[in-house]
């Protein structure tokens, strides 16, 4: 089944997969959301405090598998960007012509998403016959300096 066509929206809007994601990506996206004015949506299925300000809302929905990515995939316009370490949800936005971060600072994109989504799915099976254990590594300042700057650079882009 070919992928919904999308509305081209006036403004792009950043939308944060918010559950996983690391307090101190959180805060990088708090500064850019105010700095670039530009509408952020943290989806999540759990409470989040959030500083006041016109440009950061939270959607709180139920509980459950992929909630949270099934919102935010029926809510996305074309050339909004979705920040997310979920793989397959990033392959969706990005079908739907839009543009995931990863709090690494790796952008998914039509010409790469495939490449990812094959590594993942190659490192899901070795972590399936217990040939690999564990997940990535711990995010450091270096992972949160690499997603500052990706992030940055795309806004400047995308608003400038």
Known sequence: ???AVRKLDSAMKLWVDADACPRAIKEVIYRAADRMKIQTTLVANQFLRVPKSPYIKVIQVP????IADAHIVAAISLNDLVITADIPLASEVVSLGAVALNPRGTLYTAENIQ???ARRDFMEELRSTGT??????????????SFANQLDRYLTKQTG
């Open 115 to 117: 490449s990812h989504l």
């Open 1 to 3: 089944m070919a992928p």
């Open 63 to 66: 509980s459950g598998f992929d």
């Open 132 to 145: 690999l254990t564990g997940g990535p590594p711990t995010l450091a300042k270096i992972d949160v300096q």
